[in-house]
């Protein structure tokens, strides 16, 4: 298998669930990425790792976990989630330093999340 | 604070029509700029890239333009197919920094 492979691609959960999204590069990258994509919003960047150490987390909530066991995978681990945190969750990974800038991004298909 | 915005936000041509879609961007201290294009359901597939020092790019059908001094990049498409409806996304990468900033994107309908 090839690519930024995302798993579920659906999920409803109510607000006092526990569930984890899954994320699994085939590319080599050394950079993984999760972007959430709201309804008629740009998208917004969430966390970034970069040889499994996180270099960014913009501002997310903590009900929102990340986990990067491996350069390889990615999840995003949620808790306690807000019917306002519906949204896709798009996973993405990159080649590189992602200090040295000009990433271009591999993107999976993405995480629809319902949030009852 | 960086803020990219796409004009306009849907567009229906028909088939083989030559479009222009536009992307703006508030602060021009950027390292580079991306188009994407999102299918519905699918994540994001990157068709160009230039750098800050570019003006252009170019792949296949797809042409985009940069002008940074005046905040603006253009992403032209030639002899439009059905096949290009989708969502077109644009996003800037700031200097020394790693994070993407995306517009909202504009729907493209191309009718047969």
């Known amino acids: 298998e090839t690519g930024v492979t995302q798993t579920p691609r659906h999920l409803v959960m109510g607000m006092t669930n526990k569930k984890s999204l899954k994320c699994e590069q085939h590319?080599?990258?050394?950079?993984m990425y999760w972007y959430k994509q709201s309804a008629k919003k740009p998208l917004e960047l969430m966390f970034v790792y970069s040889l499994e150490e996180r270099v960014e987390n913009n501002s997310v909530p903590s009900r929102f976990s990340p986990e990067c066991p491996n350069s390889s995978h990615l999840f995003l681990h949620l808790h306690t989630l807000q019917p306002e945190d519906s949204a896709l969750y798009l996973c993405?990974?990159?080649?590189?330093?992602?200090?040295?800038?000009?990433?271009?991004?591999?993107f999976g298909a993405g995480s629809r999340l319902t949030v009852l | 604070k960086q803020e990219v915005t796409q004009i306009p936000a849907a567009l229906s041509v028909p088939e083989g029509e030559n479009l222009v879609l536009n992307c703006s961007f508030t602060d021009s201290a950027i390292y580079n700029l991306q188009w994407f294009r999102q299918d519905p359901g699918k994540g994001l597939t990157s068709l160009l890239l230039i750098q800050s020092s570019q003006r252009e790019q170019t792949s296949g059908r797809l042409n985009a333009s940069l002008d940074k001094s005046s905040g603006r990049s253009t992403l032209y498409i030639a002899a439009s197919q059905p096949g290009d409806s989708a969502t077109y996304l644009c996003?800037?990468?700031?200097?020394?920094?790693?994070?993407?900033?995306f517009g909202s994107g504009t729907r493209l309908l191309v009718r047969p």
């Open positions: 590319l080599g990258h050394n950079a």
């Open positions: 993405a990974s990159s080649q590189g330093q992602v200090s040295s800038g000009a990433n271009v991004l591999t």
């Open positions: 996003a800037v990468e700031m200097d020394s920094s790693y994070k993407l900033i």
